[in-house]
């Protein structure tokens, strides 16, 4: 999967968390791109099996898509917290900067930082 698409994936589920719904108009705000940015990227993502579109057009993550959504979200937060501890950052700034590393890291990379975080969470 391309990183935009990872990243459309992720602002869905937050989205769906925060709202309990998900619009197009919703997506676009939260990335801030474009309507038809997020339009295109819905073709995409509709086409690939990752959403669907229900009831008042609503965006739908399906079970594939929001299991890759939780793994991308999920890999997320755990980076925002590592540049935590380990920088000592503004979270704002860690989140931004995990945005930019969850997709492009080896899963061993992540099974440590994992590890290291599990680990220092138990001595704070």
């Known amino acids: 999967m391309y990183k ?3 990243d459309y994936l992720e602002a ?3 989205l769906q968390e925060e709202n ?4 197009s108009v919703d997506v676009a705000h939260k990335m801030n791109v474009s309507r038809p940015s997020v339009s295109r990227a819905m073709g995409i993502l509709e086409k690939d099996g990752y ?3 229900a009831l008042g057009n609503m965006i739908k993550l399906t079970a594939e898509g929001l299991a890759k959504a939780r793994d991308i979200y999920g890999r ?3 980076l925002t917290t590592f540049l935590r501890l380990i920088t000592g950052l503004p979270q ?3 989140e931004e900067n995990a945005c930019r590393l969850e997709h492009d890291i080896d899963a061993d990379v992540m099974d440590g ?5 599990e680990r220092h969470s138990e001595e704070a």
């Open 4 to 6: 935009s698409g990872e």
């Open 51 to 53: 959403i669907e579109f």
């Open 113 to 117: 930082i994992r590890a290291w975080v």
């Open 12 to 14: 869905i589920l937050r």
């Open 76 to 78: 997320h937060k755990l």
């Open 20 to 23: 309990g719904f998900v619009r």
């Open 92 to 94: 704002e700034q860690c």
